[in-house]
């Protein structure tokens, strides 16, 4: 198991910024198992959205189109960290962020590992 553990959420205002992080730990071989981690969003009464990911042998990185140009995906493989930088924020993106990873075998869209969440309310 790897347990996922999401900071960093709050509120701003249009315009502002926020950062990320999501802690990895659990078992070594669990972690290494690992092959995409991504942030994932869900407002109410919408769908969840992956919005970015990050592919961890090649560090290759994805983006929705509502968000390119303004969050960047990042890791930090010695702190098993995952970050998403946040600027330019807009109301639309106020949701429930969640930090999510896959073990190699799987699906980058349907994650094996859920972290609980954080908020992040952008206001006008």
């Known amino acids: 198991q790897v347990q996922l553990v999401e900071s960093g959420g709050g509120s701003v205002q249009y315009g502002g910024s926020l950062r990320l992080s999501c802690v990895a730990s659990?078992?070594?071989?669990?972690?290494?198992?690992?092959?995409?981690m991504a942030w994932f969003r869900q407002a109410p009464g919408k769908e969840r959205e992956r919005v970015a990911a990050?592919?961890?042998?090649?560090?290759?990185?994805d983006y929705a189109d509502s968000v390119k140009g303004r969050f960047t995906i990042s890791q930090d493989n010695a702190k098993n960290t995952l970050y998403l930088q946040m600027n330019s924020l807009k109301p639309d993106d106020t949701a429930m962020y969640y930090c999510?990873?896959?073990?190699?075998?799987?699906?980058?869209?349907?994650?094996?590992?859920w972290g609980q969440g954080t908020q992040v309310t952008v206001s006008s």
């Open positions: 999510a990873a896959a073990r190699y075998g799987g699906a980058c869209n349907i994650p094996n590992y």
């Open positions: 659990g078992h070594t071989y669990n972690i290494y198992n690992i092959y995409c």
């Open positions: 990050i592919y961890t042998g090649g560090g290759s990185t």
